[in-house]
């Protein structure tokens, strides 16, 4: 009988320490602190002469609780420049990168921005686009 009365000690005890793992486990998922945005990740500037200098905003959204932290931002050649905040942005407002494409080049042209946030995952691709041509003189 004291045997069994041991058997179900332990068995209560690796009952309730399994229980608690799991929820630790839960708990860990569940609290997550990645952002999450909402973007249209691609603009098309159309035909664009040779000789402009091109603008455009991204709006990102943030649509979670967390605050969104925009960390770094590239562009994948020199012929964009780029400006961004790296103040937090609140649940529901929107953040903006700036993106000034002055072209090098002739024909058909996809230019690609990452940007790094505490997004999962943390990298997000934005793209301009669009068919460079000579001016007619």
Do not use: W
Not at 21 to 45: E, W
Not at 96 to 119: H, L, M, S, W
């Amino acid at each position: 009988m004291v045997f069994s009365k041991k058997k179900r000690t332990l068995t209560k005890r690796n009952y309730i320490q399994q229980l608690f793992y799991l929820i630790l486990i839960i708990s860990a998922t569940g609290c997550s602190n990645n952002a999450k945005i909402d973007i249209k990740p691609v603009h098309d500037f159309g035909i664009i002469q040779f000789s402009d200098t091109l603008n455009h905003s991204f709006f990102i959204k943030n649509i979670s609780k967390e605050p969104l932290i925009i960390l770094d931002v590239e562009g994948s050649c020199s012929c964009t420049a780029l400006d961004f905040s790296s103040q937090p942005i609140k649940k529901g407002d929107s953040a903006r990168i700036d993106v000034q494409y002055i072209p090098k080049e002739i024909g058909e042209v996809e230019k690609t921005i990452v940007f790094e946030a505490n997004t999962s995952p943390p990298y997000t691709i934005l793209k301009i686009r669009g068919t460079v041509i000579v001016e007619k003189e």
